[in-house]
């Protein structure tokens, strides 16, 4: 941790050996942690939990040390703002400019509010300690599920370390946004189904907290949601065609509670939400059917990650597809009939199904990311369960005696450093694969476009600055980052469709068409555009030359504003201006 | 009654005093109070008081115990937080301080009511990948707690060692900057805007975040003559703002030089009356 905090330290100050402290510093922590979770040596279920919770502990921190003053993400200055408006109003389901669907899934507001209101402290600090809290509890959440269904401590344990390796999991579902307050409860409703057994007594607890956790999971997240809803059906269906020795209908129940909670949100009081999420998915469906007719993908021109991280990318998803083969060919060979074993497979071939994804169109790789935050639980369970019983289910002693000797006899062909080694591939491929992408591991100068290394003091002085010298809700034009500040810090209503008029080199009738059609009030011009292209391959919340930037944009299509008539520059920072065209 | 069992029904009547000594201290205006209290509330105490009202027997495993109060407390926030939104009471300190409460205190008595019937069932459960669960108590000696307390207090240190470093850190790096800020006044309340021929006021603004002191030289002028210089020194973090009157017509122009130089290093215009 040390050893990172000082990467990320120097990554500030732009030090050369800060990239090499990041991975050394990565692989010190993770490695030794599976490599004891995995050895005969293990002592029990405390030394597992404590493990699994340690490295919890270590990676919240890790995402924690990137940015301990201030929020960064874009997701997280929303939420920030969202529970600002809670403490404010006193009042849930109140409009948010900045992310409107998100006022109707308070769950995560109602916890940063609430512990804002009983502490006394700050929403950020609040935040950031409900974001840790919610981590640990969703890996504690996780272990008791794999322990319920049947897990020995060490397969708990490295279920939990290899799950550290999702895309998304060191930093995006850390964050102070919905989904990192709707993952817990969604492992809490699976571990009580699993628990809840309907013929016998007691099962009335399992129920109201599987219950309790459907109904958080439904008011929190919709992704979430919909996630629940796929796995609780999936558990449902295969209890129904593996049926145990006595009937299990608890994921039926849940399942059906789940789906019956989740619509009744949805059509009551979050419809919103079906246009939200329809235009992602029509967007996909165009790209998928534009593959299906031959022709591709869109290509992006923008600089992909370096040469050998992509190789540890292919690498560590072989080693997942091998691992997925050898569960498979195991379960088809002695014909198993165990209900979970076989949602887990299924589950697991889900997460190479949305692998996939990555391919499809330019929100691809986002669209995987966020899959697999889910169908990375089941795989993460396979991967651990077939590394445990690695060595066993090779039959040693069978192969002949040179080739058993040095393979499967072999001593580093036992689970713990086999596996640790096969962990510490995907959690360098998670890291140089996942979030932050590969040019923000280490924080540091500023990036156009570059979400949180965008996030700098002069961005944020001008965005406070238009709330406080503006008034709130103008309708401000802006680039990506600046359309995140104005709409958090500034209380202002964004406008990402504006892109033409920072990208045209002459002032023109088409552009006052524009300022009107889109009623914008003020822009926000960073001329840092000029200097560099988008690290994240837009300038604009929506962009029509995404991902296809070959030259950063003319320095005279952004200061061209400076002479039209009736445009007032009524701010200057140097890199940033705001014009008012209220005028023009 | 067994010490474990003794300790066991504690547990619930211990949340629910705590629970009514942290509402009382959210009134007390100290941090020092409040801020262990309200995580208590927020994070420990209805769950507990929860997970001891719905399991009370020895169903759960040690990892469960552990896992569910902060899981249970915060669903109750959320599913508190809207019951209470939907009976119209405000969110704020005193409802969520009731809320808290009044459920740490409620599961506290359905706990002891429920202690007798408790049943005593284990957590074994069917075998999956071959592997078969039981719920593991481990026997705990004060040397093995010891030995297994003394790394976890030197991660503690590193972990402390590492915030410190990340705090001081997050503030370097950034690049200085000042901002230059010139806007209409608004009209008071209740005023109607100024006649067309009348003098405007604007309000000009001046943010130095330089790293160091700096003097600036701010000059406010139009195209007909109009002109206003200002001499400011600001330290980083200093603020400056000035409200002046200027011609209704014309386009105001406001250029700040920093440290005596020659062209203008900020600026802004506001066109007047055309």
Known sequence: MLLVAFAYAGGRTGAAWASTAYWVGQVVVYTPIVFRLLSRRLTGVTESFLLAMGLAVNQYMLKWMFSPDQFRFPDELQHWLSTTIVLETGRLFQPNSALPVAAHFPGLEEMGSALVSLTGLSVTDAGLLTAGVLRLVFVGALFMMVRRAGGSPSLAGATCAIYATALHYLFFNAMYIYQTAALPFLMLAIWATRSWRSREPGYVPYAVVGVASVAVVAVSHHITAMAMVGTLGLLALCDLVFPATHKRRSALALAVTAVVVVVAWVLLVANEIIDYLGAPLQSMLASLTQIFAGGGSKVSVAPGNPLWQLGIQAAALLSLLVLLARASWVALRKRERDAWQWAVLVGSVAFFATSGLRFVGAQGPELAGRASTFTYVPMSMLAAATIVDWRRGLRPHTWPGPLGRLTVNARWARPAPLGAAMATLLMLAARAGGWPPYWEHLPGKYLVSGFERSVVGENVTAAWWTGEALGWRNRFAADLSGATLVSTYGRQDPVGEAADLYYDPVWGLRDQQILQSLQIDYLWVDVRMSQQLPASGVYFVVDPKAQRHVTPVPLENLVKFDHIPGVNLVYDSGNIRIYDVRGA | ?274
Not at chain 2, 40 to 53: N, Q, R, T, W
Not at chain 2, 230 to 251: K, N, Y
Request: glycine residues 10%; charged residues 15%.
């Open chain 2, 1 to 274: 009654m067994r010490p474990a069992a003794l300790h066991r029904d504690a547990v619930p009547v211990l949340a629910a005093v705590l629970a009514v000594v942290a509402a009382a201290a959210q009134w007390v205006p100290l941090p020092a109070v409040r801020v262990p209290t309200g995580l208590l509330l927020v994070f420990v105490l209805p769950g507990l008081a929860l997970a001891a009202a719905l399991f009370p027997g020895r169903v759960l495993s040690i990892v469960e115990r552990l896992v569910l109060p902060p899981a249970l407390s915060l669903a109750v926030l959320v599913l508190g937080g809207l019951g209470m939104f939907a009976a119209g009471i405000p969110l704020g300190r005193a409802s969520w301080t009731a809320l808290t409460t009044s459920v740490t205190v409620a599961a506290a008595v359905v706990a002891r009511l429920r202690r007798d019937t408790a049943g005593t069932g284990s957590a074994a459960e069917t075998a999956m990948f071959g592997r078969v669960l039981a719920v593991d108590r481990e026997k705990m000696t004060v040397g093995a707690a010891v030995w297994r307390l003394a790394p976890l207090a030197l991660a503690v240190l590193l972990i402390a060692g590492a915030g410190v470093l990340a705090m001081r850190s997050a503030g370097t790096g950034g690049e200085p900057f000042t901002g230059l800020s010139l806007v209409p006044s608004p009209a008071p309340d209740g005023q109607q805007q100024a006649p067309p021929q009348t003098p405007r006021t604007v309000q000009v603004a001046i943010r130095c975040e330089e790293g160091e002191a700096t003097r600036y030289s701010l000059r406010i002028a139009d195209p007909n003559g109009f002109e206003r210089t200002f001499d400011v020194a600001l330290e980083p973090g200093g603020r400056w703002s000035q409200t002046l009157e200027v011609p209704a017509s014309g386009t105001v122009t406001a250029d700040l030089f920093k440290n005596g130089g020659q062209a203008p290093y900020r600026s802004a215009h506001l066109a007047g009356v055309r």
